[in-house]
Protein backbone atom coordinates (compact mmCIF):
# COMPACT_ATOMS: atom_id res chain seq x y z
CA UNK A 1 0.00 0.00 0.00
CA UNK A 2 3.01 2.24 0.99
CA UNK A 3 3.88 2.66 -2.85
CA UNK A 4 0.43 3.16 -4.32
CA UNK A 5 -1.88 6.56 -4.30
CA UNK A 6 -4.79 6.69 -2.33
CA UNK A 7 -7.61 7.92 -3.95
CA UNK A 8 -10.12 9.17 -1.46
CA UNK A 9 -13.81 8.82 -2.33
CA UNK A 10 -16.45 11.02 -0.82
CA UNK A 11 -20.07 9.52 -0.79
CA UNK A 12 -18.55 6.03 -1.76
CA UNK A 13 -21.88 4.48 -1.35
CA UNK A 14 -24.19 6.53 -3.40
CA UNK A 15 -24.39 6.40 -7.84
CA UNK A 16 -21.28 8.53 -8.59
CA UNK A 17 -19.28 7.64 -5.91
CA UNK A 18 -19.72 3.49 -6.08
CA UNK A 19 -19.21 3.98 -10.22
CA UNK A 20 -15.48 5.88 -9.19
CA UNK A 21 -14.78 2.96 -6.37
CA UNK A 22 -15.93 0.18 -9.00
CA UNK A 23 -13.64 1.97 -11.66
CA UNK A 24 -10.38 1.92 -9.52
CA UNK A 25 -11.15 -1.56 -7.42
CA UNK A 26 -8.79 -3.12 -9.88
CA UNK A 27 -6.81 -0.43 -11.02
CA UNK A 28 -3.39 -0.65 -10.40
CA UNK A 29 -1.23 1.66 -8.58
CA UNK A 30 -4.31 2.39 -6.84
CA UNK A 31 -5.40 2.49 -2.52
CA UNK A 32 -9.34 3.26 -2.45
CA UNK A 33 -10.62 5.02 0.66
CA UNK A 34 -14.50 5.22 1.14
CA UNK A 35 -16.28 8.00 2.98
CA UNK A 36 -19.49 7.26 4.81
CA UNK A 37 -21.48 8.40 7.54
CA UNK A 38 -22.17 4.71 9.07
CA UNK A 39 -19.41 2.69 8.03
CA UNK A 40 -21.70 -0.33 9.88
CA UNK A 41 -24.30 0.16 7.78
CA UNK A 42 -25.11 -2.69 4.33
CA UNK A 43 -23.50 -1.04 2.14
CA UNK A 44 -20.25 0.52 3.79
CA UNK A 45 -20.14 -3.45 4.41
CA UNK A 46 -20.33 -4.16 1.04
CA UNK A 47 -17.29 -2.37 0.47
CA UNK A 48 -15.35 -3.28 3.13
CA UNK A 49 -16.20 -6.99 1.63
CA UNK A 50 -14.02 -6.09 -1.64
CA UNK A 51 -11.18 -4.83 0.47
CA UNK A 52 -11.53 -1.25 0.39
CA UNK A 53 -10.89 1.06 3.43
CA UNK A 54 -13.99 3.04 5.03
CA UNK A 55 -13.47 6.00 7.13
CA UNK A 56 -16.67 7.66 8.97
CA UNK A 57 -16.85 11.26 7.85
CA UNK A 58 -20.26 13.50 7.87
CA UNK A 59 -20.23 16.44 5.39
CA UNK A 60 -20.67 19.17 8.64
CA UNK A 61 -17.55 18.15 10.43
CA UNK A 62 -14.72 19.48 8.47
CA UNK A 63 -11.75 17.89 11.27
CA UNK A 64 -13.70 14.55 10.18
CA UNK A 65 -13.20 15.12 6.40
CA UNK A 66 -9.47 16.35 7.01
CA UNK A 67 -8.88 12.79 9.04
CA UNK A 68 -10.50 11.14 6.33
CA UNK A 69 -8.40 13.09 3.47
CA UNK A 70 -5.48 12.26 5.31
CA UNK A 71 -2.35 11.03 3.05
CA UNK A 72 -4.61 11.48 -0.21
CA UNK A 73 -2.87 11.56 -3.62
CA UNK A 74 -6.32 12.34 -5.07
CA UNK A 75 -9.97 13.33 -3.97
CA UNK A 76 -13.61 12.75 -5.98
CA UNK A 77 -16.16 14.89 -3.89
CA UNK A 78 -19.49 15.07 -4.99
CA UNK A 79 -22.70 16.46 -3.01
CA UNK A 80 -25.98 16.51 -3.27
CA UNK A 81 -28.91 18.99 -3.35
CA UNK A 82 -31.89 16.38 -3.45
CA UNK A 83 -31.14 14.53 -0.73
CA UNK A 84 -31.69 17.85 1.22
CA UNK A 85 -34.84 18.72 -1.19
CA UNK A 86 -36.48 15.61 -0.27
CA UNK A 87 -35.92 15.59 3.26
CA UNK A 88 -38.83 16.18 5.22
CA UNK A 89 -36.87 17.64 8.39
CA UNK A 90 -35.65 20.34 6.15
CA UNK A 91 -38.81 21.91 5.65
CA UNK A 92 -39.51 23.78 8.73
CA UNK A 93 -36.00 25.32 8.90
CA UNK A 94 -36.73 26.49 4.98
CA UNK A 95 -39.83 27.64 6.62
CA UNK A 96 -37.91 29.62 9.51
CA UNK A 97 -35.59 30.43 7.41
CA UNK A 98 -37.94 32.14 5.08
CA UNK A 99 -36.75 30.51 2.01
CA UNK A 100 -38.32 27.50 -0.33
CA UNK A 101 -36.93 24.22 -0.48
CA UNK A 102 -35.20 24.76 -3.54
CA UNK A 103 -33.24 27.56 -2.42
CA UNK A 104 -32.59 26.17 1.12
CA UNK A 105 -31.02 22.91 -0.32
CA UNK A 106 -29.01 25.09 -2.76
CA UNK A 107 -27.64 26.65 0.47
CA UNK A 108 -27.11 23.54 2.67
CA UNK A 109 -25.27 21.39 -0.86
CA UNK A 110 -23.10 24.64 -1.01
CA UNK A 111 -22.11 24.63 2.42
CA UNK A 112 -21.61 21.19 2.53
CA UNK A 113 -19.09 21.75 -0.97
CA UNK A 114 -17.53 24.30 0.87
CA UNK A 115 -16.54 22.17 3.65
CA UNK A 116 -15.17 19.42 1.94
CA UNK A 117 -13.26 22.08 -0.39
CA UNK A 118 -11.62 23.47 2.94
CA UNK A 119 -10.81 19.93 4.38
CA UNK A 120 -8.71 19.06 1.19
CA UNK A 121 -6.98 22.66 1.03
CA UNK A 122 -5.60 22.14 4.99
CA UNK A 123 -1.87 22.22 5.33
CA UNK A 124 -2.26 18.39 6.23
CA UNK A 125 -4.06 17.19 3.64
CA UNK A 126 -2.49 19.84 0.59
CA UNK A 127 0.88 18.59 1.37
CA UNK A 128 0.60 15.30 -0.39
CA UNK A 129 -2.42 15.87 -2.75
CA UNK A 130 -2.33 16.60 -6.00
CA UNK A 131 -5.65 16.25 -7.72
CA UNK A 132 -9.29 17.24 -6.26
CA UNK A 133 -11.82 16.30 -8.79
CA UNK A 134 -15.44 18.14 -7.89
CA UNK A 135 -18.37 16.94 -9.44
CA UNK A 136 -20.12 19.99 -10.49
CA UNK A 137 -22.61 21.84 -12.95
CA UNK A 138 -22.62 25.06 -14.64
CA UNK A 139 -23.63 27.97 -13.46
CA UNK A 140 -26.96 28.90 -14.85
CA UNK A 141 -27.97 32.43 -13.14
CA UNK A 142 -24.43 33.63 -14.44
CA UNK A 143 -24.31 32.04 -17.92
CA UNK A 144 -27.64 33.03 -18.70
CA UNK A 145 -26.89 36.42 -17.51
CA UNK A 146 -29.68 36.46 -15.37
CA UNK A 147 -32.14 34.79 -17.35
CA UNK A 148 -32.57 31.49 -15.33
CA UNK A 149 -32.24 32.05 -11.93
CA UNK A 150 -34.36 28.72 -10.10
CA UNK A 151 -31.98 25.66 -11.60
CA UNK A 152 -30.56 25.54 -8.15
CA UNK A 153 -29.56 22.33 -8.48
CA UNK A 154 -26.59 23.74 -10.87
CA UNK A 155 -25.98 27.02 -9.20
CA UNK A 156 -25.49 24.83 -5.85
CA UNK A 157 -22.31 22.91 -7.06
CA UNK A 158 -21.24 25.85 -9.37
CA UNK A 159 -21.21 28.51 -6.40
CA UNK A 160 -18.56 25.66 -4.62
CA UNK A 161 -16.32 26.07 -7.89
CA UNK A 162 -16.38 30.04 -7.87
CA UNK A 163 -15.54 30.13 -4.27
CA UNK A 164 -13.01 27.64 -4.71
CA UNK A 165 -11.44 29.68 -7.53
CA UNK A 166 -11.85 32.89 -5.40
CA UNK A 167 -11.34 31.99 -1.73
CA UNK A 168 -8.69 28.92 -1.77
CA UNK A 169 -6.02 29.19 -4.80
CA UNK A 170 -4.01 26.34 -3.15
CA UNK A 171 -7.12 23.84 -4.25
CA UNK A 172 -7.66 25.82 -7.41
CA UNK A 173 -4.47 25.02 -8.56
CA UNK A 174 -5.23 21.43 -7.99
CA UNK A 175 -9.12 21.13 -8.95
CA UNK A 176 -10.13 19.00 -12.19
CA UNK A 177 -14.15 19.12 -12.65
CA UNK A 178 -16.79 16.72 -14.14
CA UNK A 179 -19.93 17.78 -14.75
CA UNK A 180 -22.22 14.85 -14.71
CA UNK A 181 -24.97 14.99 -16.97
CA UNK A 182 -28.93 14.41 -16.64
CA UNK A 183 -28.87 10.84 -15.15
CA UNK A 184 -30.71 8.17 -17.53
CA UNK A 185 -33.10 6.64 -15.01
CA UNK A 186 -34.75 10.29 -13.99
CA UNK A 187 -37.86 8.30 -15.37
CA UNK A 188 -37.32 6.98 -11.68
CA UNK A 189 -38.07 10.14 -10.13
CA UNK A 190 -41.13 11.32 -12.07
CA UNK A 191 -40.04 13.32 -14.97
CA UNK A 192 -41.86 13.03 -18.09
CA UNK A 193 -45.34 11.78 -18.64
CA UNK A 194 -46.30 8.30 -19.99
CA UNK A 195 -49.89 6.82 -20.42
CA UNK A 196 -50.76 3.25 -21.28
CA UNK A 197 -53.77 3.24 -24.05
CA UNK A 198 -56.68 0.47 -24.30
CA UNK A 199 -54.49 -1.21 -26.96
CA UNK A 200 -51.40 -1.38 -25.20
CA UNK A 201 -49.31 0.91 -26.27
CA UNK A 202 -47.92 3.95 -24.83
CA UNK A 203 -48.27 7.38 -25.05
CA UNK A 204 -44.79 9.47 -24.10
CA UNK A 205 -45.07 13.19 -23.67
CA UNK A 206 -42.00 14.83 -25.30
CA UNK A 207 -41.53 18.33 -24.04
CA UNK A 208 -41.49 21.23 -26.86
CA UNK A 209 -37.90 22.41 -27.41
CA UNK A 210 -36.47 18.58 -27.48
CA UNK A 211 -34.45 19.88 -30.85
CA UNK A 212 -31.58 19.84 -29.13
CA UNK A 213 -29.66 16.29 -27.56
CA UNK A 214 -28.85 16.35 -23.75
CA UNK A 215 -25.95 14.74 -22.00
CA UNK A 216 -27.52 11.71 -20.66
CA UNK A 217 -25.54 9.74 -18.20
CA UNK A 218 -25.66 6.19 -16.11
CA UNK A 219 -23.93 7.69 -13.49
CA UNK A 220 -23.73 4.52 -11.24
CA UNK A 221 -21.53 3.07 -13.99
CA UNK A 222 -19.59 5.49 -15.87
CA UNK A 223 -18.78 8.35 -13.48
CA UNK A 224 -15.83 6.62 -12.90
CA UNK A 225 -14.02 6.58 -16.29
CA UNK A 226 -14.70 10.27 -16.14
CA UNK A 227 -12.60 10.41 -12.98
CA UNK A 228 -9.90 8.14 -14.37
CA UNK A 229 -9.82 10.54 -17.61
CA UNK A 230 -8.82 13.68 -15.58
CA UNK A 231 -6.60 11.59 -13.29
CA UNK A 232 -4.48 11.12 -16.61
CA UNK A 233 -3.77 14.82 -16.68
CA UNK A 234 -2.40 17.30 -14.72
CA UNK A 235 -5.01 19.26 -12.70
CA UNK A 236 -6.93 21.86 -14.21
CA UNK A 237 -9.09 20.05 -16.78
CA UNK A 238 -12.79 19.54 -16.89
CA UNK A 239 -14.90 16.90 -18.06
CA UNK A 240 -18.61 16.63 -19.17
CA UNK A 241 -19.88 13.57 -17.92
CA UNK A 242 -21.74 12.52 -20.74
CA UNK A 243 -22.62 8.60 -21.57
CA UNK A 244 -24.24 9.48 -24.78
CA UNK A 245 -26.47 12.60 -26.63
CA UNK A 246 -29.69 11.70 -27.53
CA UNK A 247 -33.15 13.92 -27.27
CA UNK A 248 -35.90 13.02 -25.58
CA UNK A 249 -37.49 11.64 -28.59
CA UNK A 250 -34.59 9.61 -29.88
CA UNK A 251 -34.60 7.84 -26.08
CA UNK A 252 -38.02 6.73 -26.09
CA UNK A 253 -37.92 5.67 -29.88
CA UNK A 254 -34.70 3.94 -29.08
CA UNK A 255 -36.61 2.10 -25.95
CA UNK A 256 -39.85 1.26 -27.70
CA UNK A 257 -37.66 -0.48 -30.78
CA UNK A 258 -36.03 -2.30 -27.48
CA UNK A 259 -39.07 -3.29 -25.93
CA UNK A 260 -40.76 -3.81 -28.97
CA UNK A 261 -43.85 -1.72 -27.36
CA UNK A 262 -45.51 0.82 -29.70
CA UNK A 263 -44.88 4.34 -28.63
CA UNK A 264 -46.54 7.14 -29.64
CA UNK A 265 -44.73 10.67 -28.75
CA UNK A 266 -46.54 13.79 -29.17
CA UNK A 267 -45.56 17.06 -28.23
CA UNK A 268 -46.74 18.85 -25.69
CA UNK A 269 -45.53 22.58 -24.07
CA UNK A 270 -42.55 22.15 -21.64
CA UNK A 271 -45.18 23.47 -18.22
CA UNK A 272 -47.44 20.83 -19.65
CA UNK A 273 -44.59 17.81 -19.71
CA UNK A 274 -43.65 19.11 -15.86
CA UNK A 275 -47.17 19.43 -14.74
CA UNK A 276 -47.00 16.09 -12.93
CA UNK A 277 -44.37 17.58 -10.80
CA UNK A 278 -45.22 19.59 -7.52
CA UNK A 279 -44.11 23.01 -7.03
CA UNK A 280 -41.66 24.60 -6.39
CA UNK A 281 -39.84 21.63 -8.41
CA UNK A 282 -41.53 22.16 -11.70
CA UNK A 283 -40.38 25.63 -12.04
CA UNK A 284 -36.80 24.27 -11.24
CA UNK A 285 -36.77 22.37 -13.80
CA UNK A 286 -38.43 24.38 -16.14
CA UNK A 287 -35.61 26.36 -15.57
CA UNK A 288 -33.02 24.09 -15.69
CA UNK A 289 -34.08 21.99 -19.23
CA UNK A 290 -34.72 25.57 -20.87
CA UNK A 291 -31.32 26.75 -19.94
CA UNK A 292 -29.99 23.25 -21.19
CA UNK A 293 -31.56 23.81 -24.55
CA UNK A 294 -30.90 27.59 -24.55
CA UNK A 295 -27.26 27.94 -23.99
CA UNK A 296 -26.30 24.39 -23.52
CA UNK A 297 -25.38 22.00 -20.42
CA UNK A 298 -22.01 23.74 -19.87
CA UNK A 299 -23.13 27.68 -20.62
CA UNK A 300 -21.27 27.06 -23.48
CA UNK A 301 -18.12 26.62 -21.19
CA UNK A 302 -15.32 26.47 -23.70
CA UNK A 303 -13.21 25.13 -20.76
CA UNK A 304 -15.52 21.59 -20.44
CA UNK A 305 -14.02 19.34 -23.03
CA UNK A 306 -16.00 15.92 -24.11
CA UNK A 307 -14.51 12.49 -22.54
CA UNK A 308 -13.22 12.06 -26.41
CA UNK A 309 -10.65 14.73 -25.94
CA UNK A 310 -9.12 13.60 -23.00
CA UNK A 311 -9.00 9.96 -22.94
CA UNK A 312 -10.01 8.68 -26.61
CA UNK A 313 -10.36 5.46 -26.06
CA UNK A 314 -12.36 5.49 -22.89
CA UNK A 315 -15.88 3.47 -23.01
CA UNK A 316 -18.82 4.45 -21.58
CA UNK A 317 -22.34 2.90 -21.96
CA UNK A 318 -24.55 3.27 -24.57
CA UNK A 319 -28.13 4.08 -24.40
CA UNK A 320 -28.70 1.14 -26.02
CA UNK A 321 -27.03 -0.83 -23.40
CA UNK A 322 -28.84 0.88 -20.58
CA UNK A 323 -32.01 0.36 -22.46
CA UNK A 324 -31.41 -3.84 -22.44
CA UNK A 325 -29.93 -3.98 -18.99
CA UNK A 326 -32.14 -1.43 -17.00
CA UNK A 327 -34.81 -3.24 -14.60
CA UNK A 328 -38.16 -1.52 -16.35
CA UNK A 329 -40.52 -3.44 -13.84
CA UNK A 330 -41.43 -0.38 -11.74
CA UNK A 331 -42.12 1.43 -14.83
CA UNK A 332 -44.87 -1.02 -16.64
CA UNK A 333 -46.16 -1.19 -13.21
CA UNK A 334 -46.59 2.16 -12.59
CA UNK A 335 -49.06 2.03 -15.97
Same mark, same amino acid.
Given at each position: MSSSKLLVIVGITGNQGSAVANTFLNTPGWHIRGITRDPSSAAALAWTAKGIELVKATLDDISSLEHAFSGATAIFAVTDFWVHYYNPANIPKATEAGVSMNEYARDLETAH???VALAASSPAVSSTLTHYIFSTLSDTTGRSKGKYTSNFHFDSKAAVTLRIHKELPGLAAKLSTVQVGMYADNWKRGIGRTQQQSDGS #? #??YIPEGDATPIPWVVAHRDTGVFVKALLLHEPGKHVLGCSEMTTFREFWGLWADIKGVKVEMPEVPLGEYLKPLP !????? !?? =??? #?? =???EFGYTGGDPEVRLLADLAPEAKTTSMREYIETEDWSSFFASM
Open positions: GMN #L #LV !EPMRK !EM =YDS #LS =YIW
